[in-house]
């Protein structure tokens, strides 16, 4: 594999000769659109040989009952977990299934030897997380140990291989109740044969303040779970400044506070699947960045001309465009920001990665974890 970095006057064809490749490989492995123009600056990744048949990284991805089934069906090759995204729970303890079928995720998932994964979430009725919805349940034992025992009966019956803990905004007062309510759920779980992960938010220091962090006893909670999840982006989000959404130096810093005290091998390390496209100029309060896919962003550049530029520091690409007079700042990630986050990984090493969200397809992502990291060029 190569990542070939497009260049003033490339075409396809030209591309394809110089790497003795067919021009259908090319535009297959990189989505490129018809007529096929390119983007200078643009990242695409060469594969001259057949694809390994082993997964060479472990990887886990997150998906919404609606996703594509074709988009399902080329990425359940890939992926070691697939994360149903999401089960639910009353203050009461009453576990709430999505609201729409999943059996097509699960059995699709067994197919593909990829293990389904049982993902909570505390969303209240506005949909958005609880942290009274946590209090409620985290506080009252006997809605903890109902809930505990109907998350085991739903894993046992769907053939899950685990569960997924993604609680956040938890309050600082209810830290030591949720450590609680992972060790329980972990050791009830473990009878099951399955694991137990819990998504942690990027954190760097054990005194680190706000309402995403205090809740969360990283130590503790890498000692009762089976594996954690750092959410290892949204730097840029769509309420803040433009920037990369997953900077290698912010989340290098992250992982390093995270394997001081967390065994490493207990570590997946997650990577955005998407980027942000912001109207400039930034105004705190007023802006609001747009959700894109990686593909969507560069199919942007290609519309307006724009010269794609990466940023060394955080190893992301980015570029600028402008439509009706108005300026926009464009974070993504493409071939050579997913390689940078594969290598930092197999730097520690971690035990894997995990995807949010695997709803839009991003091809490169998934060829990459079937070649050798570190041995692949940037050219």
Known sequence: MFIYIVKEGDSVDQIANQFQVSVWNLITINQLEYPYPLAVGQALLIVTDALEEYRNLFANGFAYPFISPTILEETLPFLS????????????GQLIPPDLPIELLL?????YHTVPILTLTPLGPDGMFSNQLIHQVLSNPIARDQLIQQIYTEVSEKNYGGVNVDFEYILAEDRDLFTEF??????????????????????????????????????????????VFVMT?????????PMAVAPIDKVSQVLNYAVSVIPKEKITMGIPNYGYDWALPFVRGETKARTIGNIEAIQLAITYNATIQYDPIAQSPYFHYVVE???????????????????????????????????????????????????????
């Not at 779980?189 to 809740?215: F, W």
């Not at 969360?216 to 594996?227: E, F, I, M, P």
Request: contains cysteine; negative net charge; hydrophobic residues 35%.
């Open 81 to 92: 977990e697939l994360s149903i995204f999401s089960y639910g729970f009353s203050s009461d």
């Open 107 to 111: 059995t699709r998932a067994l197919a």
């Open 182 to 227: 992972v060790r329980l759920l972990t050791l009830q779980i473990r009878e099951i044969e399955g694991e137990v992960t819990v998504d942690l938010a990027p954190k760097t220091s054990d005194e680190q303040q706000g309402l995403l962090y205090e809740g969360k006893d990283y130590k503790s909670l890498g000692q009762v779970a089976d594996r």
């Open 233 to 241: 982006y949204e730097w840029g989000y769509t309420y803040g400044p």
């Open 325 to 379: 007079h108005t300026t926009h700042e464009v974070w993504f990630e493409d071939a050579r920001s997913i390689l940078a986050k594969y290598r930092l990984l197999q730097s520690y090493p971690l035990y894997g990665f995990g995807c949010w969200q695997i709803m839009r397809l991003f091809r490169p992502m998934w060829i990459l974890t079937r070649g050798n990291i570190e041995t692949i060029e940037i050219i």
